[in-house]
């Protein structure tokens, strides 16, 4: 079994700053690509951010400049620095990872449960 955690949410005014983090943990053997998505109320789930395990990142044009995603190999921990919030931000955010498994060696899509992000304007 493998769990990810997310924690960082919360309220913020616009202007302000988050730090999300997401940790994986249980059978894992490795974490290929890492990610970060949003779910608003009454739209669909959309990329946020995403890093590979070399580093290599995208991130959605609405969120250039203002997000980083980061992650520390060693802990399968990804983070998300959201600077310059906006009320339109404010989100459900969930992290995944493509965790291959111990024993199988088998690549899975996990998903976090997910941390509410609120901007005040």
């Known amino acids: 079994q493998v769990q990810l955690v997310e924690s960082g949410g919360g309220l913020v005014q616009a202007g302000g700053s988050l730090r999300l983090s997401c940790a994986a943990s249980g059978s894992i053997f490795s974490i290929n690509a890492m990610g970060w998505y949003r779910q608003a109320p009454g739209k669909q789930r959309e990329l946020v951010a995403a890093?590979?395990?070399?580093?290599?990142?995208t991130y959605a044009d609405s969120v250039k400049g203002r997000f980083t995603i980061s992650r520390d190999n060693a802990k399968n921990t990804v983070y998300l620095q959201m600077n310059s919030l906006k009320p339109e931000d404010t989100a459900v955010y969930y992290c995944?990872?493509?965790?291959?498994?111990?024993?199988?060696?088998?690549?899975?899509?996990?998903w976090g449960q997910g941390t509410q992000v609120t901007v005040s304007s």
């Open positions: 890093i590979t395990s070399g580093g290599t990142t």
């Open positions: 995944n990872g493509e965790v291959v498994v111990t024993l199988t060696y088998n690549e899975y899509l996990y």
